[in-house]
Each structure stands twice: as structure tokens, then as C-alpha cells.
């Protein structure tokens, strides 16, 4: 994790320089002082290597003048804060074997400032536990970034609500990326304990509390493994101011409630999946993962809103105590379900945690996020999430909140109860089925199941499987975990504040 830090713009004297370069080769203020500085020498050698500023572009030059490296970064016609973040990231890429560094970003308000650092910080997540021998020369080694602005006292203001974010995704890509071995559902619950500090009220239920409330649908997911299941509640009261919150006793109100699927690793169960590509399974615990880090930016930033995050945790193993395909279970609602497939576990989770959520919170708007179907990626790759909604403003406002931070959101039908898409999972023998008929429109029928256990509130299922992991570095997203959601409902969140 880089440390960032803000300073009065000046033109630093040696060391490690990066220069945001406008469309055009477009110098300002202290960058145009310091080509004149160099005798033009920037100028010539963008000129040189045709180096015309376009967003992304880079240019090295080394030895220059007093300093070691000087970078030019691209940063085109930064209209939007998401492409201040993209030269963030461009330029914590370029210096990653740079010990520290510093960022000339004069010309640029505040917020883009902080939304340059936010970038860089995103970028430069890496999760070493586990390395133990890698080489130095390997090895990234930013760890300071410095940007001079024309307001820093402003800037470092604004960073701070980013930092919190920038907090919550890394927490988020920490559990991601743990191995299932070490993230089980009660390590899993353990580690929001560590959330508590920043004011979040947690509490965990394990198996016997889930037992007594009836979680029969969650519970025939977990019960082939050897871990124990959890469900976690976190809550956020901060719409009042945040002393109001800490009070004991106060209920949320009309609160934004997020829904998480965690399962910390889906073999299939006795419907089990082939060896190939198997070890995915560890990040099925994503949209679990996503609402924590969720919950702690917010409270991390100290949001003035309510709001609801709840996890179920389980593992999907197959073993002589693990549900069978044909077994009909009772659902926290009542609802009797036949599991035709044990494959289709995320379902089942969210079944019962979507009905506990809605029943003792009332949400205002209720969205869920689940890596739920493979289906979602055969439609949508690794471009979109799936977005699906039985409430078109609460569909519009997840739609725009994800083109804003490059979290990009794709509305896919959902159909009434009683119309072709739900019928696919009446059962012969329990209220509901865990499957559709067949392959088609795998991911619509998934969403539909949920339905069935919605009451009506307004929700929202985002089906994240297409985006949890990255087999590729991104703008912002270095390959493996990348927390989609978190900035997307941050920013969501925000729309509702006080
Ligand atoms: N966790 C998987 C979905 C998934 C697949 C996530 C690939 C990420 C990458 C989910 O539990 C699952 O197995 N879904 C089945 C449903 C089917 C049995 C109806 C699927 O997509 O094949
Ligand atoms: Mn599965
Ligand atoms: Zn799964």
C-alpha cells in the first residue's frame, strides 16, 4: 500500500518526477516552467517520440537535468474524475519499481487531485503474503507518492473521504484473494470483528443461531463441509450525525441494505464441478466480500445515511453429510425448495439472508451482489455486471453510479411472478425449484429464483461473477481481485445522504 501525501506545487530539485502532459502536449503552470527550466528539453523529445499526451501514453526520459527519471503521463482531456483516476493509475504503473515519487499536478482542482492519488493507490495494490522468496529486482517497490498541487490543505482534505474507499476496496481484495483454505466462513466472520473500530455494529450468527431461525435453505449448502457457516450483520448509523449511531438501541431507518453471497469456496457439492479452473471457487465468496468493504468505506468516510450490510457465509463441499440432488429443504420464508442441483448454492444462500434482511430491516432499497452464475459471463464477458431489478429508478441510479467510477452495469430481464422466465422453476414437489428447465438464460432464471424470495421491496441483484477477478491489470485494478461494487455503491450511497 503506497503512502500518499500532498505538498505547495514547486519544482522539486532531483529525484523521481511525474508530469501529467494534456491532449496536445499541453504544459501548465510549474510543468512549463520546468521544460524552460530544461532548455525546451521536454518539449523536443515529446516532439521526438511523437508523444502527443493522449490519455494513457507515457514517455520516459532518464537522466534529466537534475532528476533520475522524469515521466510524461498522458492524462488527455480529464473531464471526469474517473479519468483523473486513470492517469493516477497510469503513473503508479510506470513507477512501480520506484521507491517514491512525486506528481506535478498543477492545473487540476481539488477533487482531481485526490481522484489522481485514488487512482495511483488502486493501481499499486498488491497482496505479498504469501511471497517469500521473490527477488528484489521483482519486486514493486513504490511506496510514497508526493503530489504538488495548487491547494494542498484542499487536496488532502478531499483525499481523505478517497482514502477511506481506497480502504474498504483493499479490504475487499484481501478477502478475495485469501485462499479458501485460510478464508472459511468463521475466519471470514473474524475479520469483520476487526471492522468494530470504525464504528460498525457487527454481530455474527453461527450454525445453531441460524438453525433456531429457521435458515434451512442456507443451512443444506453448508452442512457437506467441515466448516461451520455463518450469517453476519453489519450496520451503519451515521444518518443522523455520527454520535447519534453510536447510541445503543437505535434502529436503522429506511436503510440502504447490501446482501452479500459468500460462499468461501463452491466445489458443486455432489453436483461437482470439473477439476478445470476449479481453484476460481476460492472468490466465491465475492459479493460477501464486496458489501464488507462496502461497510467499512462508509463508515470509514463517516456517511451520513443508514445502512445494512449482511453476509451468509458458507462452503460447498461434497461429503456423506452433504445435500443430495432431489432433496427438498425449509427456507427461512417458509417456502419449501427441491435442490436439483447442488451446483446452484448461491441461490440458496441469498434465499434466506435476502428474506432475514428485508424482514427485520425494511430496506429503502435492497441490492444483493453474488459471483452467481457462469452464465453471466458466456452474456456479458468481463465488461458488464449483470444488473437486474424489479424497480426501474433504483435500476437507473445502479446504472449511472457504475458508468461514473468504470463499474459498468448491464439491466437484463426479469420477468413477473407467473411469466415464462419464473415459471421455469415451479417444482413438481416443493413451492420452488433451484434451477430452471434447462441452460437457457441461466443467469435470469438464477435472479428469478431470488425474486421469489423478495417481498416487494425494491431491489436489485448484481450478478458480479464476470467481474470479481481480473485475469489482466486494468486501469485501476492490478489482475486478480478488484472489488467491483465497492466504489459503484459508495458513490450509489452517496446520492442518499443527509
Ligand atoms: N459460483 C458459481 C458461478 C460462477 C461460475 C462464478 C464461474 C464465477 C465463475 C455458481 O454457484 C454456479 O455454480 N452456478 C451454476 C448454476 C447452474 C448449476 C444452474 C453455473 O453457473 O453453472
Ligand atoms: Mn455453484
Ligand atoms: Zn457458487
Known amino acids: 500500500m503506497i503512502e500518499i ?67 510524461l503521463a ?27 515519487a512525486v506528481i506535478i499536478a498543477g492545473g487540476y482542482t481539488s477533487g482531481q487531485v485526490a481522484a489522481i492519488a485514488l487512482g495511483a493507490r488502486l ?54 484473494t485469501e485462499p479458501a483454505n485460510v478464508l472459511y466462513p468463521a475466519e471470514f466472520a473474524e475479520r469483520l470483528e476487526g471492522l468494530k473500530k470504525l464504528g460498525l455494529k457487527i454481530e455474527v450468527f453461527d450454525r445453531k443461531d441460524l438453525e433456531k431461525l429457521g435458515f434451512g435453505s442456507l443451512l443444506a449448502v453448508a452442512q457437506g463441509s467441515a466448516r ?9 448509523l451515521g444518518a443522523s450525525g455520527q454520535e447519534d449511531g453510536k447510541k445503543e438501541g437505535r434502529k436503522p431507518k429506511d436503510p440502504l441494505v447490501f446482501v452479500g453471497k459468500g460462499v468461501t469456496f463452491d466445489s458443486g457439492g455432489i453436483s461437482l464441478k470439473p477439476a478445470a479452473g476449479m481453484e476460481d471457487m476460492k472468490w466465491d465468496m465475492a459479493g460477501a466480500g464486496t458489501v464488507a468493504g462496502l461497510m467499512a468505506a462508509l463508515a470509514g468516510r463517516k456517511a451520513r445515511i443508514d445502512a445494512v ?32 442441483n447442488t451446483d446452484a448454492e448461491g441461490r440458496l444462500v441469498l434465499a434466506d ?18 459471483t452467481l452464475t457462469g452464465a453471466i459471463i458466456v452474456g456479458l464477458g468481463h465488461e458488464y455486471a449483470g444488473l437486474f431489478s424489479n424497480h426501474d429508478e433504483l435500476a437507473a441510479k445502479l446504472a449511472e453510479a ?26 413438481a414437489i416443493a413451492d420452488v425449484k433451484n434451477i430452471g ?50 466504489r459503484l455503491l459508495d458513490l450509489f450511497a452517496r446520492g442518499f445522504e443527509s
Do not use: C
Request: charged letters at 25%; aromatic letters at 8%; proline letters at 5%.
Open 228 to 236: 461451520e457457516p455463518r450469517m453476519a450483520v453489519l450496520q451503519w
Open 353 to 370: 439472508v435476502l428474506y432475514y434482511a428485508q424482514q427485520r430491516f425494511s430496506p429503502k432499497y435492497m441490492v444483493d451482489l453474488a
Open 74 to 100: 498522458g492524462a488527455g482531456k480529464p473531464e471526469t474524475l474517473r479519468q483523473a483516476e486513470t492517469l493516477g493509475g497510469t503513473i503508479a504503473a510506470a513507477l512501480a519499481k520506484e521507491a517514491e
Open 123 to 176: 493501481r499499486a495494490y498488491r497482496f505479498n503474503k504469501y511471497r517469500t522468496a521473490e527477488k528484489p529486482e521483482d519486486k514493486p517497490k513504490l511506496k510514497k507518492l508526493k503530489l504538488l498541487a495548487s491547494l494542498p490543505k484542499e487536496a488532502e482534505s478531499e483525499w481523505k473521504t478517497a482514502a477511506a474507499v481506497a480502504e474498504g476496496v483493499e479490504f475487499t481484495r484481501g478477502l478475495v
Open 309 to 340: 450490510g449482511l453476509v451468509g457465509l458458507v462452503e460447498n463441499m461434497p461429503s456423506g453429510s452433504a445435500t443430495r440432488p432431489g432433496d427438498v429443504v425449509k427456507s427461512y420464508s417458509g417456502k419449501t425448495i427441491e435442490i436439483l
Open 5 to 71: 501525501a500532498f505538498g505547495k506545487l514547486s519544482l522539486p530539485k532531483d529525484g523521481v518526477v511525474a508530469l501529467p502532459v494534456g491532449e496536445d502536449q499541453d504544459l501548465t503552470g510549474e510543468a512549463a516552467a520546468l521544460d524552460a527550466s530544461l532548455g525546451g528539453a521536454l518539449t523536443q523529445a515529446m516532439t521526438a517520440a511523437e508523444f502527443k499526451g493522449k490519455a494513457g501514453q507515457s514517455l520516459n526520459l532518464y537522466g534529466i537535468g537534475p532528476f533520475r527519471r522524469v515521466l
Open 437 to 486: 428447465g434447462g441452460r437457457a438464460a441461466g443467469s435470469v432464471t438464477a435472479a428469478q429464483f431470488l425474486q421469489r424470495f423478495v417481498n416487494g421491496v425494491p431491489w436489485a441483484h448484481l450478478d458480479i461473477a464476470g467481474m470479481a477477478w481480473a485475469a489482466k491489470d486494468g486501469e485501476l485494478t492490478p489482475k486478480g481481485a478488484t472489488a467491483f461494487g465497492v
Open 402 to 427: 457504475g458508468e461514473a467510477v468504470g463499474e459498468k452495469l448491464w439491466r437484463m430481464p426479469l420477468a413477473k411472478p407467473g411469466e415464462a422466465y419464473d415459471k421455469e422453476l415451479d417444482s
